[in-house]
Antibody, heavy 114, light 109 residues
C-alpha cells in the first residue's frame, strides 16, 4: 500500500517561504490518472484544500492561496513538494500530503512565528 | 469558489443509522464532482472512507456507504459503533480544483 511522509521545517518566520516535501513509498508517483495533493488544518479547525499535482504535470490550486502556492514533483525521488510564500501567522497549521482517493501522510505541524 | 456544506453535528444511537450530506452552493452534486468522504479522529490524520461517490477501500467498514441523494452527496452509516464517533469531511471537485466541507461531528450516544 502506498505510504506518504511529509518533511520540512517546523518553524518558519513571517514573510518567508514555507517548503515541505512529501515522500511516496510503496508505489510510483508517476502513474497516469493519479493526483497528489496538499491539505492543511489549523488547530481546532477543519480541513483546507491547498492544491493538486496531476501526473500530467498540471496543477490546480485553491483560489485563495493561488498567488502564493507552488506544487511540484521530482519523479526521480518519488517526491512532490509544496512552497507557500509570504507566510503569516494565519498559515500556521498541520500540513498533510495525500493521494486523496487513498492515502494520507501523518501530517506535519508548521508554525509561523518570529 | 463554491461553498460545500455539511451538517455541523449529528448524533446516532449505537446500532442506529444516520446519513451525512454534502451539498454545493453551485448546484446539485453529481458524480462529476467525484465526492470523497474522510473520517478523522482526534489527534489523527484523516483517512479516506469513500471515493468517487461510492467506492470503498479494503479498510472501509461495510457499514459505511456513499451515494447521491436529493442533489447532495451522502454518507450513510448503518449499524453505528462507538468507534465511529469522529469528524467526517466531504470533498468535492470542480474542474480539477477541490473544496472541503466544514465537517460533521458525529456522536454515537
Amino acid at each position: 500500500q502506498v505510504q506518504l511522509q511529509e518533511s520540512g521545517p517546523g518553524l518558519v518566520k513571517p514573510s518567508q517561504t514555507l517548503s515541505l516535501t512529501c515522500t511516496v513509498s510503496g508505489g510510483s508517483i508517476n502513474i497516469a490518472s493519479y493526483y497528489w495533493s496538499w491539505i492543511r488544518q489549523p488547530a481546532g479547525k477543519g480541513l483546507e484544500w491547498i492544491g493538486r499535482l496531476y501526473t500530467s504535470g498540471s496543477t490546480k490550486y485553491n483560489p485563495s492561496l493561488e498567488s502564493r502556492v507552488t506544487i511540484s514533483v521530482d519523479t526521480s525521488k518519488n517526491q512532490f513538494s509544496l512552497k507557500l510564500s509570504s507566510v503569516t501567522a494565519a498559515d500556521t497549521a498541520v500540513y498533510y500530503c495525500a493521494r486523496e482517493s487513498c492515502c494520507w501522510g501523518q501530517g506535519t505541524l508548521v508554525t509561523v512565528s518570529s | 469558489q463554491a461553498v460545500v456544506t455539511q451538517e455541523p453535528s449529528l448524533t446516532v444511537s449505537p446500532g442506529g443509522t444516520v446519513t451525512l450530506t454534502c451539498g454545493s452552493s453551485a448546484g446539485a452534486v453529481t458524480g462529476g464532482h467525484y465526492p470523497y468522504w474522510f473520517q478523522q479522529k482526534p489527534g489523527q490524520a484523516p483517512r479516506t472512507l469513500i471515493y468517487d461517490t461510492s467506492n470503498k477501500h479494503s479498510w472501509t467498514p461495510a457499514r459505511f456507504s456513499g451515494s447521491l441523494l436529493g442533489g447532495k452527496a451522502a454518507l450513510t452509516l448503518s449499524g453505528a459503533q462507538p468507534e465511529d464517533e469522529a469528524e467526517y469531511y466531504c470533498l468535492l471537485s470542480y474542474s480539477g480544483a477541490a473544496v472541503f466541507g466544514g465537517g460533521t461531528k458525529l456522536t454515537v450516544l
